[in-house]
Each structure stands twice: as C-alpha cells, then as structure tokens.
C-alpha cells in the first residue's frame, strides 16, 4: 500500500506564492508518473499538472501554464507543486497522485493512489 502526504497548503493573498509537497511512502517512488489534481466543492476535480518518471516531461493544464511548476525528488520521494502567481480562482482542496494504470496523463483515471488533499485557499 501507498501513502500520499501532502504538506504547504494554506491562506495567501493574489498575486502570492505556495510550494505544497507530496512524500510517498515505499520504495517505488522513483518508478511511476505524479500528478496534482484539484478539487472545489460542487465541482468536479481537474487536472493541474504531471511528471514523468525521472522529471524530464512535465505537463500542465492551462489554467496554470506559465505560473505553476511541477518537480521530483526521487531521493526523498517527494513531488512539489511550486504556485506563484495565485489567483482567486486557484482556492481549491489540492490532491497528488500516483499515475499507475494506463490512461492519458489528464485523467483521473490514469491514477492509483491519493493523498488525503490539502487546502490552498487565495484571498482576493
């Protein structure tokens, strides 16, 4: 079993910045693609972003292009999720995930296992 702990979430002002983590627990980390997701109440959960394996591909929504960068640490079995630039619209409950079935990289159901979610609320 895998478990997701996401970590940085919070309160901040538009135009701020947050870095929230995600720690992995076994030894496989470093085999499989991670994404972020997110989630508001009522709607639906979105993709944000993905990683390849090793970080060599990344790939974004583009609600978030341009302001959010997504990267690894196989060493400490940890992906990041750098948000600058935050704006109202980006108040969410922040997922990460492990892509392990098939599936385009954007689908939630390419994904296996889930963190708990953290929130990031952006103040206007």
């Known amino acids: 079993q895998v478990q997701l702990v996401e970590s940085g979430g919070g309160l901040v002002q538009a135009g701020g910045s947050l870095r929230l983590s995600c720690t992995a627990s076994?030894?496989?980390?470093?085999?499989?693609?991670m994404g972020w997701f997110r989630q508001v109440p009522g709607k639906e959960r979105e993709f944000v972003a993905a990683i390849n394996w090793n970080g060599g591909s990344s790939f974004y929504a583009d609600s978030v292009k341009g302001r959010f960068t997504i990267s690894r640490d196989n060493a400490k079995n940890t992906v990041y999720l750098q948000m600058n630039s935050l704006k109202f619209e980006d108040t969410a409950v922040y997922y990460c995930?492990?892509?392990?079935?098939?599936?385009?990289?954007?689908?939630?159901?390419?994904?296996?296992?889930w963190g708990q979610g953290i929130q990031v609320t952006v103040s206007s």
């Open positions: 076994g030894r496989t980390f470093s085999s499989y693609a």
């Open positions: 995930a492990r892509r392990g079935r098939s599936g385009t990289i954007t689908s939630e159901a390419a994904y296996d296992f």
